[in-house]
């Protein structure tokens, strides 16, 4: 009776470390599909160059904006900052360029505004559309 139990329990040992086998490899592999969503913007992005020339009829602004984004941009907003020969603010404008040019594109502006006694003049891209 003792050697019918113990052939008895080995064989449960073993039916239950291949049942667990089984059930582990049933839970470690299956039919899922994997699928990874990258949500990452995409980059919007421009460069401005510009030259300015200042006398005493006012300043004269030229300038060339390149998109060096992934998209389209429509338009861009201009921040312009005149200052004095001491280096103190005279004025500043917000301006709105439209664009429409696609990435690798670029365009040339003009600005012309009426400020006397300008010294320097510092341009800045303050927003995108």
Known sequence: MDKFNRI?????????WILALILGG???????????IINEPLITDADVYYEFFA??????IDGELINDGETFIEAVQLELRFYDSRGLIIDYEYVWVDTYFDPGESITFFLDYPYRGVYDVQLFLNRYD
């Not at 008895?8 to 239950?16: A, D, E, P």
């Not at 049933?26 to 990874?36: A, I, N, Q």
């Open 8 to 16: 008895n329990k080995s064989t449960m040992n073993t039916r239950k």
């Open 26 to 36: 049933f839970l470690f592999t299956g039919c899922v599909k994997e699928t990874v």
């Open 55 to 60: 006398d005493n009829q006012g300043v004269s």
